[in-house]
């Protein structure tokens, strides 16, 4: 072999190897239906090379579309029919995916698919430019899961210039970062009927200890026990004596005053008869405390009322009535 030929033969196996290797990092396998989308600017030449190693990857039985990101939506492309979706990864592509962007690539991906994209982003949030946390939060928004952050690099003077031109921004904390996200394993707008149990729980029942039967022999009693003369039983009235049958003194159930002289104040809800007995002799105390009638008709007025009364000149009143006298009267009697 010419030493011509052994050059072609290893650049193409460098060439075959490096493919391999890019199409295993963005989990291309044999057989897959690979959507791969493309912005401006992109060299035709670096897009078709990349084309050609997605084909030599998925092999005959898999397939390779190119599309444009800003025809994306009008494409019309059936919904569930790609793998995986690899949108931005050419280097001096500088694509900035929209949330309408985003939800058509949900669409598109079969229910378990893969996406991998590259996006500008930068350390600070901006109008134009989002954050990689912004971006993160609008894969999730659009439907996607298990995003991560696979590497980050420095955009490409071209790519720079271009996202400087289409978005205004004039910022330097810019950096090109590679997203990776896949779709749940069902179709978007799905359902499923949830089994739902509105019943009373039953609770477990748990076995009951085995009774020793020498314990329930013991706290049994029969009919034939009460004839037995081995058994011992007791008379309820037996166990009172003489005193336990006298009936109490009243006076031993009052409570006791604190001390000599002291007297004890009635509970509230007494029941001893000690409110009774205080209320007799307050009601006792106010009745001497008024002047005693030597006739007994003073309260009916003075046509009743001796010379000498002290009621003499005041109407007639209850009997048993307290009345107030002036001091006049008291001292003119």
Known sequence: MSVFNKSRLRNKTLSYTGVVRTTESLGVRPGDQVLLVWSQPSSPAALKQLAEDLSSAVGPE???????????????????????VLSGLLTDSSAVHSSDHLEELARVL???????????VTGADGQSVRTADRLASALKLSGFMSVSEVSRTELSPEALSALRSATGYQGNSLSRVRVSASKPNFEVGSSSQLKLSFGKKKTPQTEKPALDPNAVKMWTLSATDMNDDDVDLLDSDALLDEEDLKKPDPASLKAPSCGPGAKKKACKNCTCGLAEEQEQESKGGQKSSLPKSACG???????????????MGMPAFKPGEKILLADRTLSDV
């Open 62 to 84: 898999g397939k390779v579309s190119v599309e444009n990101l800003e025809r994306l939506q009008l494409s019309s492309r059936p919904a569930s029919s790609f793998h995986c």
């Open 110 to 120: 079969k229910p378990g698919g893969r996406l991998v994209l590259d996006e500008a």
């Open 297 to 311: 008709s003073c309260y009916l007025g003075d046509a009743f009322r001796c010379a000498s009364c002290p009621y």
